[in-house]
């Protein structure tokens, strides 16, 4: 199996080209016909030297890269779930990697180094990146399976099941999964999810249901029409009955496979504009306001997810309703009453809108107010006189209950009107054809079973309508995340950003320089003027001075959260705009002002490794004790029962403001990068543990900068 693989393996000296075959088009891509090829990956040091080579590469062509594991148990639906993707056999390196397009069903198509796609089993797949792991239980396995006497056409089975029950869950390739960014177009990205294709078929499925809906029904009314009902009109309208059945299961499926695929995306693109804001945006947002868009982003994806759908389907009731009620002893009478009436439930929704919007802006003013008094509901009680406590609330409570009753009023009238109010109204656009008598059954008929279809269309329409009026007001509050996540970033250029950023250099060596280093945080208001620096390597560095006084604001510049108004900043000779974002960032590992900080609901490992990856290997955890009890924090492991796996945070074992400290440093040291900034990390320690904690730092911290007051 593995030579019929052969061919395909990509080199690992081209495994950037292997990444650009494999991007998607459009969604965004910087890649273009005249970008240079990508350089060879650095040679193999570092465990994931090769991701961060990868994830370097798909960056500078305005793509995203994301690691994963294939075991041995997974199957070709593993794949398919991340193609396109990367894979590149464990133990097996010199191989080379697998650029896989897609999977479907049984089969894999690859993209070959020489070019073209070629089509393979996707069994064939799965057992050459097998293979090694096979090698060492096969004889044993045959041994067992002679042994046995099982049947020899059997035999296949039964060694794919002994080799699973031996090596299921061991990992057999390393894997990169390649996709659009979240900042990416989102028709793009809807388009790469196949959700067109999700909401056309649900569209199809739901109108075939209705028209084999309608169908059984005029085969009912046929039958009534030419007497008793016949054998033949019988077996007519079971028929159709039961051809609903399947249609009537498949619009479900693929409205929930478009609800779950357009979920995941609006989830992922929310939270990359959240991890894309500038601190001081988040800053400039209370807890309560950030706490009422976390909310509001739920209520975006859930109420437009539930009222499009609805919307959707009943818009497609109304469309099969029309040509009813053209052909029906109404005629166009009937069919202008339903424009206008489909008019006026719109009007009756957009001022529900209106009503609506105005009533959650007073609903966010008051959860953010209520949110602030109950963070500082301590600090009322010590320092704020009792009488004043309680000053305006009532006032801003009858402000929110005014708010309230418009769209409350409002979308009762949608809950009732646009259905039993349409009845009356096709009722009178119909009784002319019904009082004159003039109008043939047929046509009476169709006209009444188009009315009835508006009218259960109109039913659920308004509710839908309410729901979607919602889901735009949520979707408003959340738009600055969604602006956020489309910002402009940089990329790097592979050729120097590429590789694990190096602690091994010689002493002396300058690693960051600064010249004339300007930033305001509004004009005017300037923090820093012509700072100038240089970092060399093993430099031991403490900046002090009042509060206030730019500290801060200068590490944060130079780990890269701020960018300098003027100036020239390098690092290792390059500028931000060459290493790219991510690249300068692997560079500094930092552990900012302690209410920037933040101890995770998790295992006590989970917060030390934050910086470093999870799941952790062996090594990684033996590491963590290791800077652990040379902080000092060794009596902690011991008090805690599960040691570094004790759940740690608010809901779990409580840290002193001392651990936290000393917690925060510990993940600063574990992410092994070459610099490590320490913003006031030791002031909140006695003598004793302050000694620990900075001999521990300076045996571990190649390069350090610490930020304290004189």
């Not at 608010?650 to 490590?676: M, N």
Request: some cysteine; aromatic content about 6%; charged content about 20%.
């Amino acid at each position: 199996m593995r030579r019929q693989l052969e061919g395909l393996f990509w080199p690992r000296q081209r495994a950037g080209e292997a990444l650009v075959a494999l991007a998607p088009s459009g969604g965004g891509a910087r890649a273009g016909g005249d970008e240079p090829t990508p350089p060879p990956p650095p040679a193999e040091g570092p465990a994931g030297g090769l991701a961060t080579y990868l994830e370097s590469v798909a960056d500078h062509r305005g793509l995203e890269t994301e690691p994963w594991t294939l075991a041995y148990d997974d199957g070709p639906a593993a794949v398919a779930r991340r193609a396109p993707c990367l894979l590149a056999p464990r133990g097996g390196e010199e191989e080379g990697l697998l650029a896989v397009r897609q999977v479907r069903g049984a089969r894999a198509w690859l993209v070959a180094p020489g070019g073209g796609t070629a089509e393979v089993a996707a069994d064939a797949l799965l057992r050459a990146l097998r293979w090694r792991l096979d090698r060492e239980p096969m004889a044993r396995v045959e041994r067992t399976l002679e042994a046995s006497e099982v049947d020899p056409a059997r035999r296949p089975a039964a060694r794919e099941r002994l080799l699973a029950a031996r090596l299921g869950g061991r990992p057999v390739a390393r894997g990169w999964q390649l996709r659009m960014p979240p900042g990416a177009s989102f028709l793009a990205q809807a388009r790469d999810a196949g959700l067109a294709g999700l909401l056309g078929r649900f569209l199809a499925a739901y109108a075939v249901k209705m028209v084999l809906w309608l169908s059984g029904w005029w085969v009912l009314w046929q039958a009534v029409r030419h007497g008793a009902p016949g054998a033949a009109w019988m077996a007519a309208l079971v028929l159709a009955i039961f051809t609903v059945i399947p249609f009537r299961l498949l619009e479900p499926w693929y409205g929930g496979l478009f609800g779950v695929r357009l979920g995941w995306l609006l989830k992922r693109r929310l939270l990359a504009g959240a991890l894309r804001l500038d601190p001081d945006e988040i800053r400039h947002r209370g807890s309560g306001r950030l706490l009422g868009t976390a909310l509001e982003s739920e209520a975006a994806e859930t109420l437009a997810l539930d009222g499009g759908i609805l919307v959707l389907s009943h818009a497609v009731d109304l469309a099969l309703a029309a040509p009813l009620l053209w052909w029906g002893a109404g005629g166009a009478l009937h069919l202008w009453a339903l424009l206008l009436w489909v008019a006026a439930t719109a009007l009756l929704a957009a001022l529900y809108y209106r009503a609506r919007r105005q009533w959650t802006c007073g609903r966010i003013a008051l959860t953010d107010d209520l949110v602030e008094k109950m963070a500082g509901h301590r600090t009322r009680l010590v320092q704020q006189a009792a009488a004043r406590r309680h000053e305006g609330e009532d006032s801003r409570l009858a402000s929110y209950l005014a708010l309230a009753r418009r769209p409350d009023r409002l979308a009762a009238l949608l809950a009732a009107l646009p259905g039993y109010g349409w009845l009356l109204a096709s009722l009178a656009a119909l009784a002319p054809a019904l009082v004159g008598r003039g109008a043939a059954d047929a046509r009476v008929a169709l006209g009444v079973g188009g009315m009835l279809l508006a009218f259960k269309a109109f039913s659920m329409m308004g509710p839908a309508l309410v729901s979607l009026g919602d889901a735009a007001i949520a979707a408003g509050q959340v738009s600055f995340l969604w602006r956020a996540a489309s910002r402009p970033r940089e990329p790097g250029d592979p050729a120097v950003a590429i590789g694990a950023p190096s602690a091994e250099r010689p002493p002396g060596e300058v690693v960051l320089e600064g010249r004339e280093l300007e930033f305001s945080y509004r004009p005017g208001h300037r923090v820093l003027r012509g700072c100038s620096l240089d970092l060399r390597q093993g430099d031991r560095i403490l900046v002090h001075g009042p509060s206030g006084g730019g500290k801060s604001t200068l590490t944060s510049i130079l780990t890269g959260l701020r960018a300098a108004g003027r100036g020239t900043l390098l690092l290792d000779g390059l500028d931000r705009q060459s290493l790219g974002e991510a690249a300068w960032r692997r560079r500094f590992s930092s552990a900012p002002q302690f209410h920037e900080n933040h101890v995770f609901v998790g295992t006590f490992a989970f917060n030390l490794l934050l910086g470093r990856g999870w799941p952790p290997a062996a090594q990684d955890l033996a590491r963590a004790e290791e800077i652990c009890r040379e902080l000092g924090l060794g009596p902690l492991l011991e008090r805690m029962p599960a040691g570094l796996q004790q759940t740690v945070g608010e809901v779990g074992w409580q840290l002193s403001h001392g651990e936290q400290s000393r917690l925060f440093v510990a993940r600063a040291l574990l992410q092994e990068a070459p610099v490590v900034v320490l913003d006031e990390s030791f002031g909140s320690l006695d003598p004793a543990s302050l000694r620990c904690a900075m001999e521990c730092v300076e045996r571990h911290a190649p390069t350090l900068v610490v930020i304290a007051h004189p």
